[in-house]
């Protein structure tokens, strides 16, 4: 079973930046062979999918976040990060890491709408105005 720690979020102003990071272990494959994402929820709305990166380091991006969010992944190291730059107060949610083996999907990682099967248990990300 994959485990998923999340950290890296708080409180910022708007236009300031976070980076998260998300530490995996417990695997049975290796990291490099995970699709990857971050998710959010912001009070009273729905998760929605921000960020995914393939095993091949392919990314997709949701429009909201495009050219502010850089994901990454550090296969070396096993942690993924999301680079959060130019934040707006719309952006305020917690944050979620996800993953799972890209054979679940036949070899293809899917896109940063899908819902992938382990989660972590996600870090708050305030920011004003």
């Known amino acids: 079973q994959v485990q998923l720690v999340e950290s890296g979020g708080g409180s910022v102003q708007a236009g300031g930046s976070l980076r998260l990071s998300c530490v995996a272990s417990?695997?049975?494959?290796?990291?490099?062979?995970?699709?990857m994402g971050w998710f959010r929820q912001a009070l009273g709305k729905e998760r929605e999918g921000v960020a995914a990166?393939?095993?091949?380091?392919?990314?997709s991006y949701a429009d909201s976040v495009k050219g502010r969010f850089t994901i990454s992944r550090d296969s070396a190291k096993d942690i993924l990060y999301l680079q959060m730059n130019s934040l707006k107060p719309e952006d305020t949610a917690m944050y979620y890491c996800?993953?799972?083996?890209?054979?679940?999907?036949?070899?293809?990682?899917?896109?940063?709408?899908?819902?992938?099967?382990?989660w972590g248990q996600g870090t708050q990300v305030t920011v004003s105005s």
């Open positions: 996800a993953a799972e083996s890209r054979w679940a999907y036949g070899g293809t990682c899917p896109g940063y709408r899908h819902i992938l099967d382990y």
């Open positions: 990166i393939a095993s091949d380091r392919s990314t």
């Open positions: 417990g695997y049975t494959d290796s990291y490099s062979q995970l699709c």
